[in-house]
């Protein structure tokens, strides 16, 4: 790849991800949603299991136990209504206007996750002070293990469902994809509650998102949900792998969108 090409391909790159950052201004009522909602989650969750929460956390309460799966929720939120906006894209013409450009497929789909990632992690990061201001917790972040994390769960997470919405010719069926695959994996990931033993656990043992919640949890100081033996590292690897497949399969999704307009 000659640098002329690889110039295109970061100038459109980063006009891709600016224009998911310059679209806050005509959709601040759906990011106050998805900053609010994993908020109110939390908070009637948290009062309603914190009786009934036995443990799995040391000594922290279940609502200390249950924020790590609400920012994992607020990712999870942030990366789906944001990939969503590919279909409309695509129905508006503009995903077409994109595919002409001289920039190779990767920067599309690098471009858009880059967007995805700094929108999201916006509002992951007011939900943070929200609750450092208004939750007398039991956790101290690791700030820097936070963003290493985050960032590596963005990058497992959002080319896979890019993928999905290059695929799909609708938000209702992206909708569908949500609550079929996308919730459940969140619910069986241990960021409601502790999966220790029985099929719950060998199911979760192969859900990615498991290992992207112990992340969390563990840079606020908690102890991991033992969903997973592994260490971190392997985890970690194990996203990593997901990513690059993820990329891949969008570059894919893409190509095949592309060849049926």
Request: glycine share 10%.
């Amino acid at each position: 790849m000659s640098m002329r090409q690889l110039r295109t391909d970061a100038r459109v790159a980063v006009v891709l991800a600016l224009r998911e950052l310059l679209k806050l201004r005509s959709e601040r009522a759906r990011v106050f949603g998805m900053v609010v909602q994993p908020l109110l989650i939390w908070w009637v969750f948290g009062f309603g299991f914190e009786t009934g929460f036995g443990g799995g956390s040391g000594s922290a309460s279940f609502q200390d136990y249950f924020f790590p799966g609400v920012v994992m929720m607020s990712v999870l939120f942030g990366c789906v209504f944001s990939s969503m906006t590919v279909i409309d894209d695509r129905q508006g013409g503009f995903l077409q206007s994109a595919l002409v450009t001289p920039a190779s497929r990767v920067a599309i789909v690098l471009g858009k996750s880059l967007g995805v990632t700094t929108l999201t992690f916006l509002q992951t990061a007011l939900i943070l002070l929200f609750a450092f201001f208004f939750h007398e917790g039991n956790w101290r972040v690791d700030l820097d293990q936070f963003l290493a994390w985050y960032g590596i769960t963005c990058f497992a997470l959002v080319p896979l469902n890019l993928a999905v919405a290059f695929w799909l010719n609708s938000t209702q069926s992206f909708h569908a994809f949500m609550g079929i695959v996308l919730l459940p994996a969140w619910a069986l990931s241990g960021a409601v509650f502790p999966l220790r033993e029985g099929l719950m656990q060998h199911i979760a043992l192969l859900n990615p998102m498991s290992y992207m919640v112990d992340g969390f949890r563990s840079s606020f100081g908690f102890q991991l949900s033992s969903v997973s033996p592994m260490p971190l590292v392997v985890q970690l690897v194990v996203l990593v792998f997901l990513g690059v497949g993820g990329v891949s399969l969008s570059v894919l999704s893409l190509k095949k969108s592309a060849g049926s307009q």
